[in-house]
């Protein structure tokens, strides 16, 4: 039995704040942020909103469009590295407030790679049948461990959360392929300090990015024995438009068959993927039988891949 996707959603806080909007904050200017970044604005969740409401909102959305209640659900992952608490859980957290059973939930911590690490969890346990339909949520408040003194970084990121529904789906179809990996002596790069604040070597963190993302899905449809022309549209984590270029010139793909969202919501760490995914199929953008790629990178170091027949 195939794991693949049976609903997605997504959630984004209203609140917009823009390039110009930086340029009151920090040392900055919108062209500066839009070249070498391809950020125009990103959402910034209130302070009355935490990580666990917008898990929330996209759980909701994404069980919607599963036509599933929480009832259906034998598990809960959430990726995520800006929890409400420690403990408990995110996961735990929305078991109680979707009013699912009591299922089985647990937070995952791999930063950007989160969703990726999610989903390949997600299908061991409904490949072993032992459970059936497991949700999947990305979601990050980075806006409350951002250094807003720093332009190095605070322009980067914004909040929001994705989700999707994994269970079972005729065999050919869903998660065909996948890689993991982490390299934790890169853990200097890009990490959370004793402030609480995230703190990151760019120009590293830049040099790992454009050599894993273009690697790890070459990987993925190589592990098929298929040919990168066979791919049809690629979602990688939305860092840094240049990052994002460089794993879609590498499967010699056109613009169109590539997510962008990082123009209107920034770096939404493990919730870039499952939201422009969301966007993705809300927009019709990928179509039945397609061969999907979804590829991230984030602090650990980590990275995660996985080719999909939509
Ligand atoms: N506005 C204006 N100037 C800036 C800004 C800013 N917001 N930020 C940095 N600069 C300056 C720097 O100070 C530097 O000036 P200097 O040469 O006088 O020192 C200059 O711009 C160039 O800096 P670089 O680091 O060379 O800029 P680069 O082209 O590498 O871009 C960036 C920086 C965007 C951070 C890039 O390195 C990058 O995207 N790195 C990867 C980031 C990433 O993907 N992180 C993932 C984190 S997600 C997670 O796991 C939570």
Avoid at 63 to 89: C, H, K, Q, Y
Avoid at 169 to 177: F, P, Q, R, T, Y
Avoid at 219 to 247: C, T
């Amino acid at each position: 039995m195939d794991a693949g996707l049976l609903g997605t959603g997504h959630y984004v806080p209203e609140n917009v704040l823009t390039n110009q909007d930086m340029e009151k904050i920090v040392d900055t200017n919108d062209e500066w942020i839009r070249t070498r970044t391809g950020i125009e604005e990103r959402r910034i969740a209130s302070d009355d909103v935490d990580t666990s409401d917008m898990a929330f909102f996209a759980a909701q959305n994404a069980l919607n469009e599963a036509n599933m209640t929480a009832e259906d659900l034998d598990m809960i992952l959430v990726a995520t590295v800006t929890p409400d608490t420690p403990f408990p859980s995110v996961a735990c957290m929305l078991q109680d407030r979707l009013g699912a059973g009591k299922v089985a939930a647990m937070d995952i911590s791999a930063a950007c790679s989160g969703f990726m690490y999610g989903m390949v969890t997600a299908k061991q346990f409904i490949e072993t049948k032992a459970y059936k339909n497991i949700l999947v949520v990305g979601v990050e408040k980075l806006s409350k461990i951002t250094d807003w003194s720093d332009r190095n970084t605070c322009v980067l990121f914004g909040d929001g959360a994705g989700a999707a529904v994994v269970g079972p789906v005729s065999e050919g179809k869903g998660i065909l392929s996948f890689e993991l990996g982490a390299d934790g002596s890169g853990g200097k790069e890009l990490y959370q300090d004793k402030n609480n604040h995230l703190q990151m070597n760019g120009r590293e963190v830049f040099k790992f990015a454009v050599r894993q993302m273009p690697e790890s899905s070459v990987n993925v449809i190589e592990q098929l024995g298929y040919n990168k022309e066979d791919v049809d549209y690629l979602i990688p984590h939305q860092a840094n438009i240049r990052i994002m270029e460089s794993a879609r010139e590498r499967l010699g793909i056109s613009k169109d068959k590539m997510a962008d969202s990082i123009k209107k919501y920034g770096n939404n760490s493990s919730a870039s993927i499952p939201i422009a995914l969301s966007e993705a199929v809300r927009d019709g953008k990928i179509k039945d039988n397609d061969l999907v790629v979804m590829v991230g990178f984030g602090g650990g170091l980590t990275w995660g891949a996985v080719a999909l027949r939509w």
